[in-house]
Nanobody, 119 residues
Framework: QVQLVESGGGLVQAGESLTLSCAAS????????MGWFRQAPGKEREFVAR????????SYVDSVKGRFTISRDNARKMVYLQMNSLKPEDTAIYYC????????????WGQGTQVTVSS
């Protein structure tokens, strides 16, 4: 079992930066792959970034490559999403998710945090 709580969302202007945090509880977190997803108004939820259990491999959707960085601190049970050079199209609710089986199946989700980027 993993509980996830996101924080760090807010309203920023285009070009600015924001860091999202995801606090996890539960022993399964340590061995779980973690991901960030987002859902914009009127759109389906989309994958943003993923990190393996030990942080060794990360992957990103093309639209955020070079701007976003996912990281994790297993000792603190935290996952982060550093977002730079934000664009209005990054506006969405951002969700943290856990993939305990490490096969791309996200079984646990947070409640989400709103990110709004003004132009």
């Amino acid at each position: 079992q993993v509980q996830l709580v996101e924080s760090g969302g807010g309203l920023v202007q285009a070009g600015e930066s924001l860091t999202l945090s995801c606090a996890a509880s539960g022993r399964t977190f340590i061995t779980a792959a973690m991901g960030w997803f987002r859902q914009a108004p009127g759109k389906e939820r989309e994958f943003v970034a993923r990190i393996t259990w030990n942080g060794g491999i990360t992957s990103y959707v093309d639209s955020v490559k070079g701007r976003f960085t996912i990281s994790r601190d297993n000792a603190r049970k935290m996952v982060y999403l550093q977002m730079n050079s934000l664009k209005p199209e990054d506006t969405a609710i951002y969700y943290c998710a856990a993939d305990p089986s490490r096969v791309g199946k996200y079984d646990y989700w947070g409640q989400g945090t709103q990110v709004t980027v003004s132009s």
